[in-house]
């Protein structure tokens, strides 16, 4: 069975930092591009982040650009995404994906497997 477990989400003001995880058992981690997504109450899913590979390439929504990094750990099978100078408008349930390569994107759709998600709240 395939799981991917959120984990690092909490409760920060403007400016502070956190990371979080994603956690990945039941398919091949090497095989799977890996994305962050998130979405706020009453808003649609939105792309934060992707990686291809672990130490593979990264790419990033413009308003996160320069303040999230995304990374990951073959040996873990676990993904990252680094959350630096949080903004309130950051608030949200962030979620990690998977999709088989090749195929990658920024579309939700594409995305074969998702996490329960977990909450940041960025208070101002």
């Known amino acids: 069975q395939v799981q991917l477990v959120e984990s690092g989400g909490g409760l920060v003001q403007a400016g502070d930092s956190l990371r979080l995880s994603c956690a990945v058992s039941?398919?091949?981690?090497?095989?799977?591009?890996m994305g962050w997504f998130r979405q706020a109450p009453g808003k649609e899913r939105e792309f934060v982040s992707r990686?291809?590979?672990?130490?593979?390439?990264?790419y990033y929504a413009d308003s996160v650009k320069g303040r999230f990094a995304i990374s990951g750990d073959n040996a873990k099978n676990t993904v990252y995404l680094q959350m630096n100078n949080l903004k309130p408008e950051d608030t949200a349930v962030y979620y990690c994906?998977?999709?088989?390569?090749?195929?990658?994107?920024?579309?939700?759709?594409?995305?074969?497997?998702w996490g329960q998600g977990t909450q940041v709240t960025v208070s101002s």
């Open positions: 990686i291809s590979v672990a130490g593979g390439p990264t």
């Open positions: 994906a998977a999709v088989r390569r090749p195929g990658t994107g920024i579309l939700p759709g594409r995305y074969d497997y």
């Open positions: 039941g398919l091949t981690f090497s095989n799977y591009a």
